[in-house]
Nanobody
C-alpha cells in the first residue's frame, strides 16, 4: 500500500482545510486508515481513524467536534475535514494504513499501522 497525502497549507485561526490521502496498490477491506500529526519537538499524536469496511470512526480528544474523517472507497481515498482550526493544530499531518484493523483500544497507537504517507504541513496562524 502506498499513501499520498495532500491538502495542507496555511490558514488563519477559525478557518478550514481538507486533507486527502490516496491509497494505491493493494488495499484491504478489513483494514483501516488513520491520521496522525506531529508538531516540532512533540510526539506523533493520534487524530482520527476510520475502517475501510463497515462503520467505525474514532477521534482524538483535541479534535472531537471540529474534525471529520471520511472515505471514498471507489477512489481509495480518505479525507480529513478540519474546521475551527486553532494555532495548536499546527503540525505535519500523516496518513497511515493498517491492513488489518486494530482493536478498539489500539486505534490511537502509531504502531498499529504498517504503512505511512509522507506527511503534509498544516500551519494555523493566530
Amino acid at each position: 500500500v502506498q499513501l499520498q497525502a495532500s491538502g495542507g497549507g496555511l490558514v488563519q485561526a477559525g478557518g478550514s482545510l481538507r486533507l486527502s490521502c490516496a491509497a494505491s496498490g493493494r488495499t484491504f477491506s478489513n483494514g483501516a486508515m488513520a491520521w496522525f500529526r506531529q508538531a516540532p519537538g512533540r510526539e506523533r499524536d493520534f487524530v482520527a481513524h476510520i475502517r475501510w469496511g463497515g462503520t467505525g470512526v474514532y477521534y482524538g480528544d483535541s479534535v472531537k467536534g471540529r474534525f471529520t474523517i471520511s472515505r471514498d472507497s471507489a477512489k481509495n481515498t480518505v479525507y480529513l475535514q478540519m474546521n475551527a482550526l486553532k494555532p495548536e493544530d499546527t503540525a505535519v499531518y500523516y496518513c497511515a494504513a493498517a491492513t488489518t484493523r486494530p482493536i478498539l483500544t489500539a486505534v490511537h497507537l502509531s504502531r498499529s499501522y504498517t504503512h505511512w504517507g509522507q506527511g503534509t504541513q498544516v500551519t494555523v496562524s493566530s
